[in-house]
């Protein structure tokens, strides 16, 4: 496993800062984001560091596919039978922050197309 000792998403794995997890695997960490934009707004990432989506698809296709089925998973948790949307943000015209991936799971609310 990869791990950037400045990265705060490698932190949040290590348990050196707190988050509020709703899921868990081997490969992956699911939290809630601290300025959700929806009702439902969780996090989902791999506990390996890679900076976008395409790197880890790249490094470890397995656990981009981890990706998706913790997403499925937290869904039906949280009750989003009626949808969610899934957005990676890559790169700064995408407003990407945080250079860990991470999965944005937005739901519980009805959301326009195109987004801003
Ligand atoms: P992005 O703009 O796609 O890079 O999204 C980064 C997201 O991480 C933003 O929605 C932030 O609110 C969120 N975020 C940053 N730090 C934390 C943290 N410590 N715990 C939870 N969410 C965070």
């Not at 009702?39 to 990706?67: D, K, Q």
């Not at 990676?88 to 326009?112: E, I, K, P, Y």
């Amino acid at each position: 496993m990869t791990a950037d000792p400045e990265c705060i998403f490698c932190r949040i794995v290590a348990g050196e800062i707190p988050a509020d997890v709703v899921h868990e695997s081997a490969t992956t960490l699911a939290f809630r984001d601290l300025m959700p934009q929806a009702p439902t707004h969780v996090l989902v990432i791999p506990r390996s560091h890679y900076p976008n989506a395409a790197a880890l698809a790249t490094g470890e296709p397995a656990t981009a596919a981890h990706l998706f089925d913790a997403a499925r998973e937290i869904a039906a948790d949280e009750g989003l039978e009626n949808g969610y949307r899934l957005v990676f943000n890559t790169g700064a015209d995408a407003h990407q922050t945080v250079f860990h991936v991470h999965m944005h799971l937005l739901g519980g609310r009805s959301m326009d197309w195109p987004p801003g």
